[in-house]
């Protein structure tokens, strides 16, 4: 199961006055990666189609979502990810949550999506792109179709491409407060549930 399938079957509930800062005691990642010496060493990137990019920079054959461009690679401006267009779980989506730091950015490549940005509900189809700005609750999720694929960009990259690496452990063991603190681990807060069928049906284009 890929961590965006994770995210729509787990259970969440609604969350409250939830404090929208950074934790204390983290660095700020555009810093971190900008004293690295990765920011001394840019290199063209190029990811293959059918492919995803490792943390090591090496490349290895998906189906699945493709990490297409590192925090380690833009010294910790931007990373990218590709949900290839193909066939994907219908209603399956992100839960309700927002990002301390990061903005998101979703371009449809191919069938329809719903997304709901601080309480706006809106359809999306191929060719649209939506901005999710960093501290609005925010939450996407495929529609009916099961034919579809979407890019999603977060700038600066934060911890994004490293939370999409770790493999959850058993889904079904976790509570809520291990699903929130997980969350905060990588820069996001858990407000709520994913959209439901319903909500996704409602929303007209």
Do not use: C
């Amino acid at each position: 199961m890929n961590r965006r399938e994770f995210l729509a079957v787990s259970t969440g509930v609604a969350l409250a006055k939830i404090p929208y800062g950074v934790p204390a005691g983290r660095e700020r990642p555009l810093d971190a990666a900008k004293n690295s010496k990765a920011a001394t060493e840019r290199h063209p990137v190029l990811v293959r189609a059918g492919f995803t990019r490792r943390p090591d920079g090496t490349e290895e054959a998906t189906t699945a979502q493709q990490t297409v461009v590192r925090s380690s690679d833009s010294e910790g401006r931007l990373s990218a990810f590709v949900v290839p267009v193909g066939e994907h779980q219908p209603y399956g989506g992100a839960p309700l949550h927002l990002h301390h730091e990061q903005d998101e950015w979703l371009h449809i490549l191919a069938g329809e999506f719903v997304a709901e940005v601080g309480g706006k509900r809106m359809r999306l189809k191929a060719g649209d792109s939506l901005l999710m700005p960093m501290r609005i609750p925010h939450r996407w999720s495929h529609a009916s179709e099961s034919h579809s694929g979407a890019v999603h960009l977060y700038t600066p990259a934060g911890l994004m491409d490293i939370w999409w690496d770790a493999k959850p452990t058993n889904v079904t063991a976790e509570t809520i407060e291990q699903r929130k603190a997980e969350f905060e681990k990588y820069g996001t807060t858990l407000l709520g549930v994913p959209l439901s069928k319903e909500e996704i049906d409602q929303t007209a284009y």
